[in-house]
């Protein structure tokens, strides 16, 4: 069984790049699964639930940055502890 006392809240908005503002490091000492339109995603890297989306990378495609280019995916979002 899970102890959910210690876990805290899931936020609206969560990046897992660490130079968002949306990063919480204290979410990810646990594990979290996100579901959009009922199917659960893996390669999440940033959600809104409120706003009702996802971002994933796509495939191959890099920026000028060599960080990986996102797409955006719309639905319902579902956040929760595994």
Not at 59 to 66: E, I, S, T
Request: aromatic share 8%.
């Amino acid at each position: 069984m899970t102890d959910t006392t210690s876990q805290p809240a899931l936020p609206d908005r969560l990046s897992v790049n660490p130079r968002s503002q949306h990063y919480v490091e204290a979410i990810f000492e646990h594990e979290i699964g996100i579901k959009i339109n009922g199917k659960e995603r893996f390669d999440v890297e940033e959600y809104c639930i409120s706003e009702g989306w996802v971002k994933a990378p796509s495939h191959k495609a890099l920026d000028r940055r060599g960080q990986p280019l996102v797409m955006t995916v719309k639905g319902t979002v579902e956040v929760f502890y595994k």
